[in-house]
């Protein structure tokens, strides 16, 4: 029987346990790999994280993403560059499905995540978000709920209720995040109190605390001080070592400075995808050259 | 706040430090090799040339890296333009310590040199002056680096000299002409490894103090 994602409601481990059930198995999520052991699992780095098959996406008669096929590897850091309303965003958000949430909006093709259809009749889309976490634009913590609140709000939502439990997980999703010196003093201070890259790195640790596999970030500087950004880019590059992350961006410095691999699309195309470094220094094809050049955009 | 990636200007430095005592090893070398007749020391030092060739490539693919990469400003960008430049020299030190090298094994062929005049003193020279401009770097010392330059004087004027005298000797002794020929070689050579010294100085300056010092003071040319 092939494993399938349904909604289940939390445990405590990071591991799924059957349903009661037995008419559907919910999948084990991949174990989070320790750091210390990555180096001796070079396997683990060549994984693929998405395995997107000829995707198309539609909104209403408006074609977003033309025939784009791509394999996002595992535990790194993609980019997706482009020019303003090249499909980057749309992209982005058919890797969780956020997409349906545009009226009007379909799409045709494949994502597979670690091999599942993320958009087989089965799949509950709500638990794919959780599986693959996202990272808004503009931060949005929750205005009427505190700091720990916030982070909490997902798990507590699932029906998460031990305590220790829930101050275990608050402390490790702001440590992840790098706010838990900031904030640790006062989590009861409303969230909206913060910096806006302090906002930021909350709205990270709440994306963090439902443990997904996956972080997607859609252009999550762009509303930062230099300041804020680097540290954001900071815990970026610490959280590569156990997450894969796809970042959308507009600031193509920002995409070298953070990626392993750059994915550039152009009116809904994906044109080129590779190394950063490749990508930056020596791309092959000419639409990238131009782009990366500051030639066009 | 030190970023992830700026480890990888410290492996730059690194790496432009140890072309940096490839080249006065090379340098170092090719004096012995000429000083002593041993010729052993001068495989030796052909065997460096490579290394530093090595270095070479590797450090401009650092920087070219670097400058795609991180987009460096202030100290961090001219770190990049001084690290190429500065390998290069170092570079083209040691092509010329490889080439007074070569000489002195054939100088050894043709039986023991009766008169270096100045070539050991250029050499000494040459080997302070590279000494000085890579220990200005390490030191990030900027005065120390403009002392570097004003020194290069006595090494062309020292040149200018072994010329004359080579000429005269070469007039006088058309016999031994090869000899005098190879020595007038070695003597440039190691008035461009003083040149080489003095352009890396002027680049840490400019690393340092953000200012071009190069061309503003005088310098005599060499005749040659």
């Not at chain 1, 640790?205 to 252009?219: F, G, K, S, T």
């Not at chain 2, 002392?147 to 031994?176: F, G, M, Q, T, W």
């Not at chain 2, 002027?202 to 310098?219: A, I, Q, W, Y």
Request: with cysteine; aromatic share 6%; charged share 25%.
């Amino acid at each position: 029987m092939n494993p399938v994602i349904t909604r289940k409601p939390f445990s405590m481990s990071d591991q799924a346990k059957p349903a009661a059930d037995s008419s559907t198995v919910a999948p084990t999520p991949a174990p989070r790999p320790n750091p210390a052991t990555t180096a001796s699992t070079p396997t683990a780095k060549a994984e693929v994280a998405f395995d997107i098959q000829d995707l198309c996406v539609f909104y209403g008669k408006t074609q977003a993403i033309k025939n784009v096929h791509l394999q996002i590897p595992a535990m790194s850091v993609t980019a997706i560059i482009g020019p303003s309303g090249c499909g980057k965003s749309t992209a982005l958000r058919a890797l969780n499905r956020m997409h349906e949430l545009t009226p009007g909006a379909r799409h045709t093709g494949k994502i597979l995540m670690k091999g599942e259809d993320l958009y087989a009749s089965h799949v509950d889309a709500t638990v794919v978000r959780r599986r693959v976490g996202m990272v808004f634009q503009k931060s949005n913590p929750f205005p009427t709920l505190s700091i720990a609140e916030n982070v909490l709000v997902g798990l507590r939502l699932n029906g998460m209720r031990d305590k220790t439990f829930l101050n275990n997980r608050l402390e490790e999703s702001l440590r992840m995040a790098a706010l838990w010196d900031e904030v640790k003093d006062h989590l009861n201070r409303p969230g909206m109190s913060l910096s806006g890259g302090q906002q930021q790195r909350l709205c990270i640790a709440r994306a963090l605390a439902v443990r997904p596999e996956i972080l997607l970030m859609d252009e999550p500087c762009s509303a930062l001080d230099p300041i804020a950004t680097a540290k954001v880019e900071e815990l970026i590059h610490a959280l590569k070592s156990q997450y894969t992350v796809v970042i959308v961006t507009h600031n193509m410095q920002q995409a070298a400075r953070v990626s392993e691999n750059t994915a550039f699309f152009y009116m809904g195309s994906l044109i080129e995808f590779g190394p950063t470094e490749q990508i930056f220094m020596n791309p092959k094809n000419p639409q990238t050259e131009a782009y990366v050049s500051g030639r066009f955009g | 706040m030190k970023r992830y990636f700026h480890s990888e200007l410290e492996d730059l430095r690194k790496h432009l430090i140890l072309m940096g005592e490839r080249s006065i090893d090379s340098v170092r070398l090719a004096m012995q090799a000429l000083l002593t007749d041993d010729v052993s020391i001068a495989g030796q030092v052909i065997a460096l040339d490579d290394e530093i060739d090595r270095l070479e490539v590797l450090i401009d693919a650092e920087c070219v890296r670097y400058i795609t990469l991180r987009q460096p400003m202030a100290q961090d960008v001219r770190l990049m333009t001084v690290a190429m430049k500065a390998n290069h020299e170092l570079e083209r030190s040691g092509d010329e310590a490889t080439s007074i090298a070569k000489r002195a094994r054939r100088l050894a062929e043709f039986g023991k040199v009766d008169d270096f005049y100045n070539i050991p003193r250029m050499g000494d020279l040459a080997l302070e002056q590279l000494r000085d401009a890579m220990d200005s770097f390490i030191t990030e010392d900027a005065e120390k680096a403009m002392l570097v330059p004003r020194r290069d004087k006595e090494v062309d004027d020292l040149n200018r000299d072994n010329y004359a005298k080579y000429n005269d000797k070469i007039s006088l002794h058309p016999e031994i002409s090869r000899v005098s020929i190879e020595l007038i070689f070695i003597s440039k050579s190691l008035e461009r490894i003083a040149d080489h010294a003095t352009n890396i100085a002027e680049e840490v300056v400019f690393l340092m103090k953000g200012e071009d010092v190069r061309h503003t003071h005088e310098v005599k040319r060499s005749v040659m």
